[in-house]
């Protein structure tokens, strides 16, 4: 959506709240020893008591209320009772939901507990790549160019990006136009990003695949070579300079 009037600035800002500080709650929560439903019952709480609704739920009837991935699950995994947290998990949280008809997306990778298997570079970089991103976003830059600068980032550390996974337009619904913000230049792609719009900015970085494949639950997403993946997200409004990000409360960059 492009916000026309204060009050689309208002309801996106009361949705983006509820969903980042959802995620943030979640992410302390979160424990070894608890299952990925428990965790995902516990997000759902909070959305709940805001009034908000389950973006994925609502939209495609996924079979939990947040995205929960674990390890080598790279995205929109099941929450289910058999997943029991360990020390030293990659787990990524994705939380999307609805308010008043106003939509808004945050998501956020990190290591359970103690870093036993080294995962906790990867996340630092999918964070530090995320931040340089966005703050590169205004009024008339390139959608590709900002693929591109996030592309050469992962290179430079080391990583790869997932090329069929990126952020899209949001806030009258979950997924809008600009869809398709990949994480690699796109030459075909002569889009620009248009002050005033809201759209949700999202890394896919990760150690050793390029494509998400999706697995035989229908649902989650994997490495089509393996590895590991972190993903960090924002919704966002672009200004004529600095942008305003609405989900900033997740403190994801603390």
Same mark, same amino acid.
């Given at each position: 959506?492009?916000? *026309? /009037?204060?009050? +689309? !600035?208002?309801?996106?800002?009361?949705?983006?709240?509820?969903?980042a500080?959802? !995620?943030?709650?979640?992410?302390?929560?979160? %424990?070894?020893?608890?299952?990925?439903?428990?965790?995902? +019952?516990?997000?759902?709480?909070?959305?709940?008591?805001?009034?908000?609704?389950?973006?994925?739920?609502?939209?495609? /009837?996924?079979? &939990?209320? *947040?995205?929960?991935?674990?390890d080598?699950?790279?995205?929109?995994?099941?929450?289910?009772?058999?997943?029991? @947290? %360990?020390?030293? $998990?990659?787990?990524?949280?994705?939380?999307?939901?609805?308010?008043?008809?106003?939509?808004?997306?945050?998501?956020?990778?990190?290591?359970?507990?103690?870093?036993?298997? &080294?995962?906790?570079?990867?996340?630092?970089?999918? /964070? /530090?790549? @995320?931040?340089?991103?966005?703050?590169?976003?205004?009024? &008339?830059?390139r959608?590709?160019d900002?693929?591109?600068?996030?592309?050469?980032?992962?290179?430079?550390?080391?990583?790869?990006?997932? %090329?069929?996974?990126?952020?899209?337009?949001i806030?009258r619904?979950?997924? +809008?136009?600009?869809?398709?913000? !990949?994480?690699?230049? $796109?030459?075909?792609?002569?889009?620009?990003? %248009?002050?005033?719009?809201?759209?949700?900015? =999202?890394?896919?970085?990760?150690?050793?695949? *390029?494509?998400?494949?999706?697995?035989?639950?229908?649902w989650? @997403?994997?490495?089509?070579? &393996?590895?590991?993946?972190?993903?960090?997200?924002?919704?966002?409004?672009?200004?004529?300079?600095?942008?305003?990000?609405?989900? =900033?409360?997740?403190?994801?960059?603390?």
């Amino acid at each position: 959506m492009s916000i *026309t /009037k204060e009050s +689309e !600035l208002v309801g996106m800002k009361k949705v983006s709240d509820v969903v980042a500080y959802t !995620l943030k709650e979640m992410k302390y929560f979160a %424990k070894p020893g608890i299952s990925t439903k428990q965790l995902d +019952e516990y997000g759902a709480k909070i959305l709940q008591g805001f009034g908000a609704n389950s973006a994925p739920y609502k939209t495609y /009837k996924f079979p &939990g209320w *947040t995205c929960i991935s674990v390890d080598n699950e790279f995205c929109h995994g099941i929450p289910s009772a058999n997943r029991i @947290l %360990k020390e030293g $998990n990659l787990i990524n949280i994705d939380v999307s939901a609805e308010l008043n008809g106003f939509w808004s997306d945050n998501g956020a990778s990190f290591v359970l507990g103690e870093d036993k298997f &080294g995962h906790l570079k990867l996340v630092d970089a999918s /964070k /530090k790549i @995320l931040k340089k991103t966005v703050s590169n976003i205004k009024d &008339g830059v390139r959608i590709s160019d900002i693929g591109h600068l996030i592309e050469t980032e992962a290179y430079r550390l080391g990583y790869k990006v997932i %090329k069929n996974l990126g952020g899209h337009g949001i806030g009258r619904s979950l997924h +809008e136009q600009p869809d398709g913000i !990949l994480n690699y230049k $796109n030459r075909f792609d002569r889009r620009h990003f %248009k002050k005033n719009m809201v759209v949700a900015i =999202e890394t896919f970085i990760s150690t050793l695949s *390029t494509y998400a494949i999706e697995n035989n639950d229908g649902w989650t @997403l994997v490495g089509n070579k &393996g590895g590991f993946m972190a993903q960090h997200e924002h919704t966002i409004v672009v200004t004529d300079n600095k942008p305003i990000i609405l989900t =900033e409360k997740n403190e994801i960059w603390d």
